[in-house]
């Protein structure tokens, strides 16, 4: 093996390599060779005694970059320096069959050698032909790793995945992944694990059992399920840009010619790799060129802009030297502003510009410019013909490298017109003031509180002296209707219910411009007692018809509403006295009425006795009628109403006995029955209405003159019934016919009377309780030609 080893050193791929990589598998192939020549039998399993030695060679070789003339020269020089050693040795026997078994297994490893390297440098070119075929469709790394990765494990039967692991921050990142049961994201720190020994000691390793090996300590390799695990470097020269892994769940070994196979597609896949970075850096640094560009031609786009804006611009602008106050340059609304042309302006001191008067301030304007970003000042400026104007001034000081202020930019703007309209302003508000103050005075002599509120923010901005003397808290101005009921308290409805803030009259007129007409209100004071309030609301509009603001009145009605409560307890106190006396005096006057009519039937009676007793009993009979009355009156007012009791029946029946009573007591007046055709037929208190006829006819012949006829017309209104009680004479007059259906108004004035023959003035109230109690209604009508008509309208049936 030394002779050999000096004789092959000759050939340019053996030169690198150390000693044993470079005598590789040939010591153990002498030895097969040698233990078949002393085993004898010929040249029979030769090629079955070499095995896979040969082919392991041929793999290491083609790895190594041998070419295949450089294979066979190391065999031929081999088997030379064999047969130079053994013709060479002392005491040498001649052994035919031994040599020709040598000469059979050197042809044997020799061809086997061949065919090997043949076959796999075949593979292997394909495998890097599919790779440089995938590497050209993916310009960038994140494209390009799925292909290559996906050729690996179809090139190589075994494996079940692949990833790539790549060099990132001095870290190991999972970058892609081919296959089942690993994931992308993992991170491995250079030097720890299989991935990381593989990355510091640059180079290959072969694991045949995942789970119980201890150089494999990344989870997410362990708990893929896999077996073999194979990693080879990713390297250029010196630099290392990752590490490439391929396992396989279903088989321990890695042939050396996929092992081969797998480290010449990681060296390709290197150097496609770092093509696609190189690439990568140049796509950005050519679009970060192309954007250095479009900013550059954007930025002279927008240089052009300004100059436009510059120029066209209405405000005036100026550039300033700072070393010598001139103007730079100005622009045309600044030239114009002065009266001069452009031309005129450039190269003058800025001071020429200010008015005579003005100049000496302009100094410390300047040292203020310098020494803050910005200015704003107002000053007085000169025109060319002599004429001043006020100004606003905007000064910014642009600074070099050393902070020393080289120019500054002004733009001035003149507020001539501005000045007039705040001098305008300050009149119409001084006008306003002195007319809000007139009103103010004018609210104050009121004797309703007035108070005003601007929409949409309900901002209390004034109110009346009365407003402070009825709640009795001094009026401050306030944000918000919601502020001042914080301050001055809530209002409650008569019930007591609280107001909401949108329930309050004046929210309602300023937010949906309702108009509130005397709304009750209690409204605290500052002592804790509530004052009653009328208050009234309306919105004030514009000339659009939007709502600006809205005003409220304020009238306390405190004491009228308590004198209106002591006159309505008096009221019902003595209805409630005349119920109860009215009432009591039923019993006594029964017996009175019971006593006077056992006497009128006693024969024995003498006759001036008898008219007094007759007497009594028509006095009872009045008192009877009387207190009936009063018993209805009171149910009218305290009892919800007259009750009627309603059952079918003829109306024309209850006329016609209404009739024949009053003919009875009237026996020397006429009296006339008119029924038009038609049904009278409905559902009625006959006994309430017979009293109805009864008092309008009683009324109609107490005041109508003795020869006046009284006419009595019942006629058919189709769902109604019309009954019209009409009597000739003096007329009702206008002042007592609104107040004709009260109770207890006598009949004072012509043609007139409260009841028929009581005296009580309680007959047209008790009519009119009747008539709405049946739903109905009563008109009256009253001339000196026409003469007085009680109209009265009942519904056939209830509604």
């Avoid at 209604?777 to 509604?799: C, H, K, N, W, Y």
Wanted: net charge neutral; with cysteine.
């Amino acid at each position: 093996m030394s002779a050999w080893e000096a004789e092959v050193r000759r050939i340019p791929a053996a030169q690198a390599l150390p000693r044993l990589a470079l005598r590789d598998g040939l010591p153990r192939l002498l030895e097969v060779v040698a233990a078949l020549m002393r085993r004898g039998g010929g040249t029979l399993g030769v090629e079955a005694g070499l095995g896979e030695i040969p082919d392991r060679h041929a793999i290491e070789r083609l790895g190594e970059g041998f070419d295949l003339r450089q294979v066979v020269t190391e065999y031929r020089l081999l088997r030379a320096c064999v047969l130079k050693q053994w013709t060479a040795r002392e005491n040498a026997t001649h052994r035919p069959e031994a040599e020709l078994v040598f000469h059979e297994a050197m042809d044997e490893a020799v061809a086997a050698s061949v065919s090997r390297y043949s076959l796999a440098r075949e593979r292997t070119l394909q495998a890097l032909d599919r790779i440089s075929t995938a590497a050209l469709g993916s310009a960038d790394a994140s494209g390009l790793l799925p292909r290559l990765l996906q050729v690996l494990r179809e090139t190589v039967a075994v494996v079940d995945v692949a990833a790539v692991l790549l060099v990132e921050g001095g870290v190991l990142r999972v970058e892609c992944v081919v296959g089942r049961g690993l994931t992308t994201g993992a991170v491995v720190p250079l030097g720890e694990g299989f991935a990381g020994t593989v990355a510091a000691t640059r180079q290959s390793l072969l694991v045949r059992e995942v789970r119980s090996d201890s150089r494999v300590s990344e989870p997410w390799l362990r708990d893929a399920e896999l077996t073999a695990l194979f990693g080879v470097p990713l390297l250029l020269d010196a630099q290392l840009l990752g590490v490439v892994l391929m396992g396989s769940q279903g088989t321990r070994e890695f042939s050396e010619e996929d092992q081969f196979l797998f480290r010449a597609m990681a060296a390709r896949t290197t150097a496609v790799l770092l093509q696609a970075q190189a690439h990568a850096r140049e796509r950005e640094a050519r679009a970060e060129a192309e954007a250095s560009l479009a900013r550059l031609r954007e930025s002279e786009a927008g240089l052009r802009r300004w100059e436009q804006v510059f120029k066209r611009l209405g405000v005036g602008v100026a550039v300033v030297d700072a070393v010598d106050e001139t103007l730079r340059e100005v622009n045309p609304a600044f030239a114009r502003m002065h009266g001069y042309g452009k031309e005129e302006l450039t190269g003058r001191r800025l001071e020429d510009t200010f008015a005579p008067e003005a100049r000496g301030v302009l100094p410390r304007h300047l040292a203020v410019a310098n020494s803050k970003p910005s200015h704003e000042y107002e000053s007085l400026h000169i025109r060319k013909d002599g004429t001043r104007f006020p100004v606003f001034t905007h000064v910014t000081a642009f600074k070099d490298a050393s902070g020393r202020v080289e120019q500054r930019v002004a733009t001035v703007v003149d507020i001539t017109q501005r000045r007039a309209m705040e001098m305008d302003r300050q009149r119409l508000l001084n006008a306003i003031e002195a007319e809000r103050a007139r009103l103010a005075s004018v609210l104050d002599q009121m004797p309703a509180g007035v108070f005003i509120a601007e929409a949409p923010s309900g901002r209390l901005v004034m109110a009346s002296r009365q407003v402070e003397v009825i709640t009795g808290k001094p009026f401050h101005p306030s944000e918000s209707m919601g502020h001042y009921l914080d301050d001055y308290g809530v209002s409650l409805h008569p019930d007591g219910r609280p107001y909401t803030l949108d329930a309050l009259p004046l929210a309602r007129s300023l937010r949906y411009g309702e108009v509130v007409q005397s709304e009750e209100m209690l409204v605290p004071r500052a002592d804790g007692q509530y004052v009653t309030v009328l208050l009234s609301s309306t919105p004030i509009l514009n000339r659009e018809g939007d709502i600006i603001a809205a005003v409220a009145t304020m009238v306390d009605v405190s004491e009228r509403r308590r004198a209106q409560e002591a006159e309505l307890q008096a009221a019902r106190f003595g209805e409630r006295l005349i119920a109860i006396v009215s009432h009591d005096l039923r019993n006594p006057l029964n017996a009175i009425h019971l006593s006077a009519t056992q006497l009128l039937q006693s024969e024995a009676l003498p006759e001036r006795e008898r008219r007094l007793v007759t007497r009594i009993a028509r006095s009872g009979d009045r008192m009877k009628r009387m207190i009936a009355e009063l018993l209805d009156f009171t149910r009218g007012r305290l009892g919800g109403g007259i009750p009627i009791q309603r059952a079918p029946g003829d109306l024309r029946s209850v006329l016609r006995l209404g009739v024949e009573e009053l003919e009875a007591a009237w026996p020397d007046r006429k009296l006339t029955l008119r029924v038009g055709p038609g049904h009278y037929e409905g559902a009625w208190d006959a006994d309430r209405l017979l009293q109805v006829v009864s008092n309008l006819g009683g009324n109609a012949l107490q005041y109508s003159p003795p020869d006046a006829p009284v006419t009595f017309n019942l006629s058919d209104g189709g769902d109604s019934v019309v009954l019209e009680v009409h009597n000739p004479g003096e007329p009702i007059s206008p002042a007592m016919l609104p107040r004709l259906f009260d109770p207890f108004r006598r009949g004072t004035m012509a043609g007139v009377g409260g009841g028929g023959s009581s005296g009580l003035g309680l007959g047209l109230y008790i009519v009119e309780q009747v008539v709405k109690g049946h739903g109905g209604r009563i008109d009256v009508t009253s001339s000196a030609e026409a003469g007085t008509t009680f109209r009265v309208t009942l519904p056939r049936q209830p509604t």
